[in-house]
């Protein structure tokens, strides 16, 4: 199962949500019940035997992505170390305040991920919800992956 999970973080194809699962690539203990398949979106190889790779996959309901970063070792054919990235779900515009969720890979060895929390205005009368925006406030966290696969993330 390793071989065809592998070839299938370097091709982008589609993966079975079970098998990453059974892997521990993908925790599911804080969300609510998930979609059969998931993609990986982005392998990056770190040397002749470390890669790693940012997979995401939707809840069942069709209302969040939930993003992971999975390490793994081809020559000894095992995964290093997976953690979660974030999740980028529905917004609500009608609340007074919603975050924001995206990732970057900034280098190499790190994936940068923005939490931005919006804070609206009491009155929000513009159909432009840019407009309706009182204040923002952004948090960066850089996860960094080593050359033996280990995830260390620094807030």
């Not at 190889?45 to 969040?64: M, P, T």
């Not at 060895?109 to 919800?129: C, L």
């Not at 948090?139 to 696969?149: A, C, D, E, P, W």
Request: glycine content about 2%; some cysteine.
């Amino acid at each position: 199962m390793f071989d065809t999970i592998s070839e299938h973080f370097v091709t982008g194809n589609e993966l079975l949500t079970h098998d990453l699962i059974r892997l521990k690539i993908i925790d599911t203990s804080f969300t609510t019940p998930l979609s059969e398949t998931c993609y990986c979106d982005t392998t990056i190889q770190l040397n002749d035997n470390v890669s790693y790779s940012v997979i995401s996959v939707n809840d069942e309901a069709g209302l969040c992505t939930y993003f992971f970063v999975a390490s793994l070792n081809k020559k000894n054919e095992k995964i290093i170390e997976s953690k979660y990235l974030h999740s980028d779900c529905d917004i609500d515009y009608a609340l007074d305040t919603y975050e924001l969720h995206e990732h970057a890979i900034i280098s190499k060895d790190k994936i940068e991920v923005t939490n931005t929390t919006i804070f609206q205005k009491k009155n929000r009368t513009s159909p432009d919800e840019e407009q309706n925006i009182d204040h923002k406030q952004t948090q960066k966290n850089v996860f960094t992956i080593s050359q033996v696969g280990q995830i260390n993330d620094a807030k």
